[in-house]
T-cell receptor
């Protein structure tokens, strides 16, 4: 119940295309859904986060879509650029709790 | 600028050695975490600490222990290193906001190889 399942494990997208990464969860107590971006040789860093009281959050080319009834959320990267090539992790947390539960990660490659 | 610093980027240790991984944060965060990162398995929580001298097991604590004697420092200890502990280890810290949600800040990682 504490798991977050992320897919795909790897993704190759052409420059200018849309990258889509999906996550699913079981625990309905989760109320915080961040996405982290990790470049090679670096630790993950927060990219964007959403709470379940909204269905979508957009920051620049990055959008989180959230489907509470399906217990799914996804990251969309519009106009994908080679600089977006990184590993992306979705995560879920519970308000006031210390831990975040992370997905398995997606290695995204944007071809020029 | 927020910082989580791990003492080593790369370590090579022998099977059976006792290994110490050190992590320091400069943000006065209450919560600190140790994760292990393996391809296809994501970030798996080993241990976390919510206060000095306090610790809780994560999902994969076997073969590991931790120490938090000062608020800014959190150490991961491999009591007797084994080859299946070869991995990337990530330290993170997070401010405790009561009923809020806060960002986790990660160190750059330690790539440990056990031979």
């Amino acid at each position: 119940q504490q798991q977050v399942k992320q897919s795909p494990q790897s993704l190759i997208v052409q420059k200018g295309g849309i990258s889509i990464i999906n996550c699913a969860y079981e625990n309905t107590a989760f109320d915080y859904f961040p996405w982290y971006q990790q470049f090679p040789g670096k630790g993950p860093a927060l990219l964007i986060a959403i709470r379940p009281d909204v269905s979508e959050k957009k920051e620049g080319r990055f959008t989180i879509s959230f489907n509470k009834s399906a217990k799914q959320f996804s990251l969309h990267i519009m106009d994908s650029q080679p600089g977006d090539s990184a590993t992306y992790f979705c995560a879920a947390g519970i308000q006031g709790a210390q831990k975040l539960v992370f997905g398995q990660g997606t290695r995204l490659t944007i071809n020029p | 600028d927020v910082k989580v610093t791990q003492s080593s980027r790369y370590l090579v240790k022998r099977t059976g050695e006792k290994v110490f991984l050190e992590c320091v944060q400069d943000m006065d965060h209450e919560n600190m975490f140790w994760y292990r990162q393996d391809p296809g398995l994501g970030l798996r929580l080993i241990y976390f600490s919510y206060d000095v001298k306090m610790k809780e097991k994560g999902d994969i604590p076997e073969g590991y222990s931790v120490s938090r004697e000062k608020k800014e420092r959190f150490s991961l200890i491999l009591e007797s290193a084994s080859t299946n502990q070869t991995s990337m280890y990530l330290c993170a810290s997070r401010y405790y906001a009561g009923f809020g949600n806060t960002e986790a800040f990660f160190g750059q990682g330690t790539r440990l190889t056990v031979v």
